[in-house]
């Protein structure tokens, strides 16, 4: 089996029927095409990068001296998986799109080893479990009555677990904290996303008090970069400090951990490259003792690809649902949803386990680049 090429759909931005704390931006379907007739699809929710894709594919030799062993994508058997994705970083990994060009060859190449052998991803892997439990990763709001109104609908809807995104103000942060404990009882799992949003001295108060509040996780509550001030907050806070969702490479996860500027990693596909990487991440996470929580914020392709990832590893505890439910959904009617228990279970389908809505995504389609050129 050989890859024999590459199209990438730019879509038109989503128009959204509810909030989203999001920058919309036109979004694109990936797909590479075999000469056995399977293809791998995903999608990347910034087409700038998803057509940089397309012009590696014109690439038919290395251009860095260094690189003795390139590997030109069309040609090349996508079950060799490692050399490929090896000769790309070798050829562009000071390029700032790197990453994320990366995560869409990944997650195609896995995606047609699945459907070849008839298999969901994660049972490829090497499955762990079969469901996870989800929280309500909610967005952030003005007012605190309007934390309370979204914390009632995620208990509606039948979450046991809820992320809050705050204003990212400690004082109001602290307060907003209070309420939804206040409004959701002791029993459900609470964390708190602040973004990089605090001083040191901000972040301890608010770290001190969502203690108090037996909250599960503190996630980024300082920029990633002040590894000293993450470090801090680890030796004083007993809540577990999370981060590392903006990291874009092995190293700074290996930097955090010697470190000790975290409890818990973060970490999301189009930072480091795709499910490969993912994985890579989870198991340095692992070898130290420490959770690796996926970011899983975004569109079916990206919920899919991380679900897969902790059905395969031991050491995450949640999967993360945008709230509201079906916010980003788009191009496919296989979705992601919980339970009444809580839990999302594993895909069944082959590959990542998504059927392309072809109907919404000609709908949605304002350009198409292949290489060749309609190579579909």
Known sequence: MRIVGVEVRVLKPQEFVE???RINV???LIRIFTDKGVEGVTMLEESIYAEELVMKFRTARRWLRSVEDFIPLVGADP????????????????????????????ECLWDIAGKVLGMPIYKLIGAYRERIPAFASTQSYDRVEDYV??????????????????PRYWRKDIEV???????VGDDIVLMLDPFHAYARDEALKVGREIEK?????????LPTTDIEGLAYLCRKLDIQVLTGEDIHDLYGYAELITRGAADSLRCVDVNVGGIT????????????????ELHSWGHPWQQAAHLHVMLAIKNCRFFEMPFPVGIFDQGTKDVIRIDRDGYVHAPRKPGLGLDVDWDDIERRTIDVISYPERVS
């Open 149 to 166: 109104r979204v914390a009632e609908r995620c208990l509606e809807e039948g979450f046991k677990a809820i992320k809050i995104h705050p």
């Open 26 to 28: 036109p979004a694109a």
């Open 277 to 292: 990487s993912m994985l890579k991440v989870a198991h340095l996470a692992e070898i130290f003792g420490m959770n690796c």
């Open 213 to 221: 509040l037996d909250f599960y996780w503190y996630e980024d509550p």
């Open 79 to 106: 079950f060799d998986r490692e050399r490929i994705e090896k000769s790309f970083w070798d050829q562009y990994f000071f390029q700032r799109s790197a990453p994320t060009v990366l995560c869409a060859l990944d």
């Open 19 to 21: 909030e989203a704390t």
């Open 177 to 183: 904290c209070r309420a939804v404990r206040e409004t």
